[in-house]
């Protein structure tokens, strides 16, 4: 009966994104940007939909119920102060250089030698948060329908790929509208029923006022300052964020969006941490599977459940989306630049293409790790060692070249690979993707080589910007404004 409701659910907002792709009218325009026309509440949650999804609220739940409220609150805690600093010193400038993709302000700023790296590591990561919100799906139907975990992701795929193909960006914002509503419904009878019912609590050590968890690296500290900064910091140059930010109708509706999705965020994500504190005694402690999962089965009432799962399908549904758009037009038009060499193929099928092998790397993924918070952090974990670093100075500092950016780039993500090859746990749990038993790396040095990642990659912008004559005569924020150009005519 919870299966049956949920698609019915899901399958009613599919419908609303098939719907959406009338809108397209076979102009890129309008399939990558929604035309840039975006008004600042459609842009506020197509930006909070990047955090309420299965990473915001499942992984938020699992963190919290192992770990404590600061383990799994530390997600949406950082998505969110990602969004204030964005909309603090970036929305408004990057939003107004009327660029199409993130990788194509590296190439204005830094030349075509930057842009090639720095779109193959946003979409390498964004296949590892891709994954995470097929993971979600693959447990909710494994729990739910006794369909193995496998060919769950194997199915949840053509579902996500479906509404993104046929309306881009439009399809993207009208799913999450309908997300938004079903998730402040899901959170507000949830909360009443936990309230009513069973109440609230926490394990000894684990609540919000067990402030070890921020200062004892005993207790976690390390590792949720960590999500914390990777989070807030890393999501900067999340792909998918800015090309939400240059869907909106100017600069200043771009900013003020970023505050309105923040609150979102907090509003709605929050309550999950503690609810999955009063779970694990609910529950238990050997809950089999996500206990946000167990928590609905088992004690819930099933039209609660319905509601509250439906929620986070379609959250997850609407980020992967994103994910998958975002993606693929890095693929196109900065990667490979398919329309300039490869004649009567437009943009639009062009992305559509490049969508699949997307699709098929996150599956990858999340066979490989069967994690939902963890795998958010790590995509925004390689982005902060990488891009951040480049990307601020390179908006705000005339120094610096495509060298200086080029030294960040590559010792940032060398020395955070090295830590995640070499370090037997990703932010508390088992490296199960890419660990190299040695005797030289210890478990405790997970957390901290998120901070020390993203220092060698600041000091090697600096370093190299300092001792090079390469200066910027006018800095990219601050260049003069041309006027406004559909993406028609625009290099894809």
């Known amino acids: 009966m919870i299966l049956f409701g949920v698609t019915l659910s899901v399958l009613a907002l599919l419908a609303a994104g098939l719907y959406a792709a009338r809108r397209v009218q076979g102009q890129s325009a309008n399939y990558l940007l929604a035309g840039r026309t975006l008004s600042i509440p459609l842009v506020a949650i197509v930006l909070a939909s990047q955090a309420i999804d299965s990473n915001g609220t499942l992984g938020n739940t699992d963190l919290t119920a192992d770990f404590g409220f600061w383990a799994g609150a530390s997600l949406p805690i950082g998505l969110a102060a990602c969004l204030v600093i964005a909309g603090l010193f970036f929305a408004k400038r990057m939003r107004a250089l009327h660029v199409v993709t993130l990788p194509e302000y590296f190439e204005k700023r830094f ?54 193909i046929a309306g881009g960006m439009f399809s993207s914002t009208y799913v999450g509208v309908g997300m ?40 976690g500290a390390v590792l949720n300052w960590a999500t914390i900064i990777a989070l807030a910091l890393g999501n900067l140059v999340a792909i998918d964020l800015m090309q939400r930010i240059f869907s909106a109708r100017c600069p200043r509706t771009a900013q003020r969006a970023c505050f309105g999705g923040a609150a979102l965020i907090l509003a709605l994500c929050i309550p ?54 975002s993606t693929a037009t890095v693929i196109v038009q900065n990667i490979l630049r398919l329309p300039e060499t490869v004649r009567g193929i437009s ?61 960040a780039l590559i010792s940032g993500v060398t020395v955070r690979v090295f830590f995640f090859a070499t370090t037997p746990t990703v932010y508390g749990v088992d490296n199960t993707l890419l660990f190299i038993p040695n005797g030289l790396v210890p478990e405790s040095m997970d957390g901290w080589s998120t901070f020390l990642a993203a220092i060698v990659s600041l000091t090697a912008y600096v370093a190299v910007a300092l001792t090079s004559r390469s200066v910027t005569s006018i800095p990219v924020a601050q260049q003069p404004q041309a006027p406004e150009a559909t993406l028609a005519s625009a290099r894809v």
């Open 111 to 164: 030349g075509r030698a930057m842009e090639l790296p720095a779109s193959a590591l946003t979409v390498s990561a964004f296949g590892i948060l891709l994954a995470g919100n097929l993971v979600a799906i693959g447990f909710l139907l494994d729990r739910f329908a006794g369909i193995p975990y496998t060919t769950s992701i194997l199915l949840a795929v053509p579902f996500v790929l479906a509404y993104t």
């Open 180 to 219: 938004i509503i079903l998730n402040i419904f899901g959170v507000l009878a949830l909360m009443t029923w936990m309230t009513l019912t069973h109440g609230f609590s926490a394990p000894e050590g684990m609540g919000p006022l067990a402030l070890g968890q921020l200062t004892s690296a005993d207790e």
């Open 272 to 325: 999950f941490s503690l609810v999955a504190l009063a779970a694990v005694s609910i529950v238990g402690p050997d809950s089999s599977g996500p206990v946000l999962f167990s928590l609905l089965g088992d004690y819930a009432p099933t039209w609660l459940a319905i509601l509250v799962l439906s929620g986070l399908v379609a959250a997850s549904l609407t980020t992967a989306s994103g994910v998958l758009l």
């Open 347 to 407: 943009p639009m099928t062009a992305t559509r293409i490049a969508m699949l092998p997307m699709a098929a790397l996150g599956a990858f993924f999340a066979l490989r790790i069967p994690q939902t918070g963890i795998l958010l952090t790590l995509t925004f974990d390689l982005l902060l060692a990488g891009l951040v670093v480049p990307f601020i100075l390179g908006l705000y500092w005339s120094r610096g070249g495509t060298s200086a950016a080029l030294a």
